[in-house]
């Protein structure tokens, strides 16, 4: 008998009214749209398939994108005065930042330099080389500063995948756990995070789902993505609780 659960549907047919908290559109601050007009090429690219929210998420990386609330709203202004001029685009576009665990997080925590999404959430990475050795103590400084940490990809980082029990223990230490839509495609990170994300959301440890789109051809990956209906069942609550938290 043909298993209705294994049939493929394209992602973006059930993506609309998705607000993409995790992505890489603001211009020429990091790795992602280097100019205004690639980032109004992502904002029509999403707005295709009913995405019109966005909280831009641009990396704070010491040493490597050494953003500060000061530059991250500089690029989010320019941006917006720029769509004021394209009359066919009306996105809803806040920004926070993607903060990486690194020796410098702390300090910036301490001086209130974090940009938190909603005044609430912070959305969080490690190296995808090995783990933050502070990750522990910045968890527990986030929550002492009454914020909630929102860990980006956890699918990612292969060093966890040989300790898939590490998972359920940062989830009961109070983090949130946000997947990369994109993770559900082998051709944007391989079939290792392509199968983590399906135990992930098997096992119910996904809170929020993100594009983390930095580039037209990851969109277009995006766009081609196909998943199975039992994929689907998983997801579709996520993806409900992602739109009623941030919107």
Request: aromatic share 10%.
């Amino acid at each position: 008998m043909f298993d209705f659960f294994h049939r493929k549907v394209y992602l973006a047919d059930y993506l609309h009214g998705l607000v993409d908290i995790h992505n890489h559109i603001l211009p020429g601050i990091d790795d992602g749209a280097k100019t205004v007009q690639e980032s109004v090429e992502l904002l029509h690219g999403f707005s295709e398939f009913g995405v019109k929210k966005f909280i831009c998420t641009p990396h704070i990386m010491h040493n490597q994108y050494d953003n500060t609330p000061k530059t991250i709203k500089a690029a989010h202004d320019k941006l917006i005065q720029h769509l004021e001029k394209v009359p066919d685009l009306n996105p809803i576009v806040d920004y926070a930042a993607e903060h990486m665990i690194d020796d410098n997080f702390e300090s910036l925590l301490e001086r209130v330099e974090v940009v938190p999404m909603n005044k609430e959430y912070i959305l969080i990475e490690m190296s995808y080389l090995q783990p933050s050795f502070n990750f522990d103590v910045a968890v527990e400084k986030i929550g002492q500063n009454q914020l909630f940490p929102i860990f980006a990809h956890p699918e990612r980082y292969m060093y966890l995948h040989q300790k898939y029990k590490k998972y359920s223990t940062m989830k009961s230490s109070g983090i949130l756990f946000q997947m990369n839509l994109l993770s559900l495609n082998p051709d944007s990170y391989g079939d290792a995070a392509t199968k983590m994300v399906g135990k992930l959301l098997e096992d119910q440890l996904i809170d929020f789902v993100g594009s983390d789109v930095h580039n037209i051809r990851q969109l277009e990956l995006l766009k081609e993505t196909r998943i199975s209906k039992k994929q689907l069942k998983h997801l579709l609550p996520i993806i409900e609780n992602t739109i009623y938290t941030f919107f």
